[in-house]
């Protein structure tokens, strides 16, 4: 016998003593479950590059948010999928109180108050530019577009949901939403800024399920480069300033060491969002069998947990929740 003073393997050598010992673990109650939501009347259309992940109409959006209720997800980022024909420059439909996912949003709230709802404040579904922000001469303008911004966050505050998440990357958006929200009278309703959005390849399966890729060039004028992470300090210095309620990093799994990082760094909770290319990526392996894809996902969540994140955004949340009833 070789003598060791230390076997750190006693401390795996069963279920029971593993669990004993286990550090992190993922809920349902940290997960966030993003919703893609169409107009009409019993409409649901897979997203082709999200296989298991779909739009629906409000009245199946109003069946899938019960469902994951009595799986015991409880909070649900819902993104419109705007016609083509009804985007504009100026993202007029963001803001027009009959619009359908102003409609959607309020019957969402009327039947499940007891359900968090985040809605996501940023240009992209109703620009006919594609981008976050008001284009003007080929540019993304940041103040003109604060003001299109405050009128949407003021509209989707109106229907009654509970955190805006303003993912559009504008400087000052954080603190500018505050006021007019303030000034408005909804003090309540929370912002979850996305603090340090990258522009990343993640996001394309998202786009394609909004239709909603930038029509000319890219975002890297307002979202971040995915080199650097002290730029992740500023935002996150500005955004607490600015009086976020959480701090969001973005994509999840590649940015592990910013998750990390504002986490040390903060004492605000801190959300990540494992966005849809993080989620095609396991389902395109798992289809042609060469991962588990259950496994890695649950894998991946709990690296998030681990990194610091409070609270994760995932695509994975529903799967997540039937596993768990599973066991
Ligand atoms: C819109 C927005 C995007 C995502 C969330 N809000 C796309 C983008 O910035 O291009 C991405 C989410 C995902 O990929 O799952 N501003």
Not at 8 to 28: F, H
Not at 56 to 67: A, F, N, Q, R
Not at 179 to 194: A, H, K
Not at 261 to 275: C, G, R
């Amino acid at each position: 016998m070789i003598q060791l003073s230390h076997r750190p393997r006693r401390n795996r050598k069963s279920a029971a003593i593993r669990a004993l010992v286990e550090e992190t673990k993922v809920t349902t109650d940290d997960l966030i479950f993003p919703i893609f939501l169409l107009d009409g009347k019993n409409q649901k259309v897979e997203v082709a590059s999200m296989p298991g992940i779909f739009r629906l109409s409000t009245d199946l959006v109003l069946k899938e948010v019960e469902e994951c209720l009595n799986l015991g997800i409880r909070a649900f980022d819902i993104f419109p999928v705007v016609e083509e024909s009804l985007k504009d420059k100026t993202a007029t439909k963001s803001y027009d109180p009959n619009f359908f996912y102003l409609r959607a949003l309020r019957e969402v709230k009327k039947q499940f108050p007891e359900a968090c709802i985040m809605t996501d404040v940023a240009m992209d579904p109703y620009s006919s530019d594609g981008h976050d922000g008001l284009v003007e001469e080929g540019k993304i303008v940041n103040d003109e577009t604060l003001e299109i911004l405050g009128k949407m966050a003021l509209a989707q505050a109106e229907t009654g949901i509970d955190i805006l998440g303003p993912s559009d990357m504008m400087d000052g958006r954080v603190g500018y939403l505050r006021e007019v929200l303030d000034s408005n009278g909804f003090t309540d309703v929370s912002i979850m800024s996305y603090t340090a959005k990258y522009a990343s390849g993640f996001y394309n399966p998202f786009r394609d399920a909004l239709d909603s890729a930038p029509k000319f060039g890219d975002k890297k004028t307002y979202q971040m480069n995915p080199a650097n992470s002290r730029e992740a300090m500023i935002e996150a210095a500005l955004d607490t300033e600015e009086g976020a309620d959480f701090l969001m990093v973005k994509p999840a799994l590649a940015y592990l060491d910013i998750i990390k990082l504002l986490k040390d760094n903060s004492d605000l909770p801190i959300a990540a969002y494992n966005v849809s290319g993080e989620y095609s990526m396991v389902k395109a392996a798992a289809q042609k069998g060469w991962l588990d894809g259950e496994r890695v996902a649950k894998e991946m969540l709990l690296s998030m947990k681990r990194a610091g994140a409070d609270i994760i955004l995932t695509y994975f949340a529903k799967e997540f929740a039937q596993a768990v009833k599973r066991q």
